[in-house]
């Protein structure tokens, strides 16, 4: 069976510091990841996804993730954060069936300080 | 840009009423989705639907719960005795395609409250 951890339900950086956002994942069969944002009051938007290929994934808003098999991780980063980017991200796994239901982490709300 | 909706966007109902959360997908999609995230947990998958049909759903789902494209443009979940522990917010999404790994496109949610 799928699952997700994300480790830390609230990170807390400096505007134009990197950001970090952790996501390890356990599956049997070769996963497909996703990371998604929620801004408030809104719906959950997909910020980038892995399925085969290149392991550095590049999304929208200038994140990226490296899927790594050998440390089952798949962490969600930013070289420089913006206050636009104070959000929850949600990172979250195929469940593999033929209708490819997602499995989510709890989630990490990113806050921006100035 | 084409976009899934949901209503209401708050539903407070009293245990044992029945409540129908709404869900308008993207108009060219054919697969959908209910999920729901209890306040502090994670965002569980209930069911999907392809074809007038349930395609999965999870043990969540029990016969409490059902759903339902009316008309073709609604996609509908219906709770039809309501417990304290079906407090949640409910997210609707759909996809153009099944395919394990596809996109699915969410809806800003609906919180339902049990009293």
């Known amino acids: 069976a799928q699952s997700v951890t994300q480790l830390g339900s609230h990170v807390s950086v400096s505007e134009g510091a990197l950001v970090l956002l952790r996501c390890n994942y356990s599956s049997s ?28 994934v590049k999304g929208i808003n200038g994140f990226e993730a490296e899927f790594k098999k050998s440390e089952t991780s798949f962490h969600l980063t930013k070289p420089s954060a913006h206050m636009s980017d104070a959000a929850e991200y949600f990172c979250a796994v195929s469940a593999g069936g033929s209708q490819g239901n997602l499995i989510f982490g709890k989630g990490t709300k990113l806050s921006v300080k100035p | 840009e084409p976009e899934v909706t949901q209503t209401p966007s708050h539903q407070v109902t009293q245990m044992g009423q029945e409540v129908i959360l709404r869900c308008v997908p993207i108009s060219n999609h054919l697969y959908f989705y209910w999920y729901r995230q209890i306040l502090g947990q994670k965002v569980e998958f209930l069911v999907s639907f392809y074809n007038n049909e349930i395609s999965e759903k999870s043990e969540i789902f029990d016969d409490q719960f059902s759903v339902e494209r009316p008309d073709g443009s609604n996609f509908t979940l219906k709770i039809r005795s309501t417990k304290l522990e079906d407090s949640a917010m409910y997210f609707c999404a759909s996809s153009p395609k099944s395919r394990v790994g596809y996109e699915q496109y969410f809806g800003p949610g609906t919180r339902l409250t049990v009293t």
């Open chain 1, 29 to 56: 069969v070769p996963p497909y990841l996703f990371w998604y944002v929620q801004y408030p009051n809104q719906g959950l938007q997909l910020l980038l996804k892995y399925t085969t290929g290149a392991t550095l």
